[in-house]
């Protein structure tokens, strides 16, 4: 199993190619190809290279699906025996990316097409 570790939006997340992820909303229309150059790890099969901070040469790229908001979140603050209450509520701004591919040195070492074979050889 090929995968790798990106920062993006603040965040460290652990991604496959061909599946799709919720990410901090990145400032792209849909359909777009990004690329994602904060790579902290990345396992192909078994091999793993470690950055120190990040992996040189790779890169992880992906299609934006759609932009889109998270659930809402409820903030309640009361104050007992002062009649203080506050609430408000926050919705954040999402994007859902769907990774296509992970390249270390321009080496296309895991692809969405690849996986869904591989996936295909396994039933």
């Known amino acids: 199993m090929t995968y790798a570790i990106v920062a993006t939006g603040g ?7 061909g599946r799709f992820y919720d990410i901090e909303r990145l400032p792209v229309e849909a359909e777009a190809e990004v690329t994602l150059d904060q790579v902290l790890f990345v ?4 091999e793993s290279l470690v950055g120190q901070p990040l992996v040189e040469g790779a890169t992880v790229t992906g299609t ?8 809402k979140v409820i ?4 104050k ?3 009649k203080t209450r506050k609430k408000q509520g926050h919705r ?9 591919s992970i390249q270390v040195n321009g080496e296309t070492i895991a692809s969405r097409e690849a ?4 996936a295909g050889d396994d039933d």
């Open 11 to 17: 965040k460290q997340l652990r991604v496959e190619p």
């Open 43 to 46: 396992n192909n099969d078994g």
């Open 64 to 71: 934006v699906v759609s932009h889109l908001r998270g659930r």
């Open 75 to 78: 903030i309640y603050k009361m």
């Open 80 to 82: 007992p025996k002062k």
């Open 92 to 100: 954040q701004e999402l994007t859902r990316l769907m990774i296509d």
């Open 115 to 118: 996986q869904a074979v591989a």
